[in-house]
């Protein structure tokens, strides 16, 4: 069970709860350690006196605000005496409509939970209310020094706190990026059709699962690759721009080959479906035949696998079936965690 990361009361008029702010997210990057070249010795950061060139402890360093001429010296303690009460209290200021926030201000996402059983039923009262309102709670509140503009908003079941950027924050992209269209540009009446039917034809309901890391995938694929003397396969080089003068061609290409390309998917699918059933004959007349356990089931399973044909398939083909099949964590899986998933599928559906 997960620890709380800040715990104070949250109130909206004269109700309050105690509540506990846990982590939402997790990040699974594959994390490296810095080394000497030519050595295995790592490098390290370690807070060091810029004048002596000692090590400090952290329990000497304070914090010191550069006033130009000399630093403004701040004791932990004295940031936590200025808002005793703010770090502690999570106070509901009103409510606003969900699709008033522009969502450039949504910053990072927490869960929300009641501090005990004691108070599940105001909790799920405030939450109950701000689903059928489609409404968030919108409060200030500090955390780690620092002061936090959130959205307090249900989302199937729990209250979940998004922190959000503060209006200052926010940066004028008119003269952040350079070089943008302005009123004088316009496009074609006949090609903003054929971008409009590329939009519709590429048209997909959102599903997150049928999205995963796969740059972790090949970072993972080069790490092991090292380790057995082995190289990888180099990515294809990036797309080049696009042609102002080729734009029709290439709007109307696009739109034959996403056209093609779900005709192909859906053949798949389709025949996919069709094929489980012999591939599950298969199956259970291989391991019939070679029997159960020791190296007979063994190799029974070899060769089911081989008749399946899902040990010849890519991983992207994998988890194309993986994904017809609605196989829970398969964004996550490695490919021959997909083919054992795609098999124990196919016996149970069996």
Do not use: C
Request: aromatic share 6%; proline share 3%.
């Amino acid at each position: 069970m997960a620890r709380p990361i800040w715990t104070g009361v949250l109130s909206f008029g004269l109700v309050s709860i105690p509540v506990g702010l846990y982590t939402a997210t997790s990040a699974h990057t594959l994390r490296f350690h810095q080394l000497q070249r030519g050595t295995s010795d790592r490098i390290r950061n370690r807070r060091v006196n810029e004048r002596t060139g000692e090590e400090v402890e952290l329990d000497d360093i304070v914090k010191g605000f550069d006033a130009g001429d000399a630093y403004v010296l701040v004791e932990p303690d004295e940031l936590d005496e200025i808002a005793p009460g703010r770090s502690k209290a999570l106070e509901i200021n009103g409510f606003v409509d969900l699709d008033a926030i522009d969502p450039i201000f949504f910053d990072r996402t927490y869960y929300l939970g009641p501090k005990s059983k004691d108070y599940a039923k105001v909790y799920a009262l405030l939450e109950r209310a701000l689903a059928k309102s489609n409404r968030a709670g919108v409060a200030t509140f500090v955390m780690r020094g620092r002061e936090y503009l959130v959205a307090l908003k249900s989302e199937e079941g729990i209250l979940t706190l998004h922190t959000l950027h503060w209006a200052d924050e926010i940066r004028d992209p008119r003269e952040e990026v350079p070089d943008l269209p302005g009123s004088r540009v316009s496009a074609g009446a006949k090609e903003m059709r054929m971008a409009e039917q590329l939009i519709d034809t590429l048209a997909m309901d959102w599903d997150p699962e049928e999205f995963h890391d796969t740059y972790r995938d090949k970072v993972a694929d080069l790490i092991k690759a090292k380790q057995a003397g082995e190289t990888v396969e180099k990515a294809e080089p990036a797309a080049e721009a696009t042609n102002v003068i080729d734009l029709t061609e290439a709007l109307r290409a696009s739109v034959e080959r996403a056209r093609a390309k779900g005709k192909q998917s859906k053949g798949k699918q389709s025949k996919g479906e069709q094929s489980k059933g012999e591939e599950r004959k298969q199956r259970t007349g291989e391991q019939s035949r070679q029997g159960k356990g020791g190296k007979q089931g063994r190799t029974g399973r070899r060769q089911g696998r081989k008749e399946s044909g899902l040990s010849e398939l890519t991983k992207a083909e994998l988890y194309e079936r993986a994904s017809a099949a609605g196989i829970p964590g398969r964004s996550g899986m490695k490919r021959d965690e997909l083919i054992k998933a795609l098999e124990q599928a196919g016996r149970q559906a069996a």
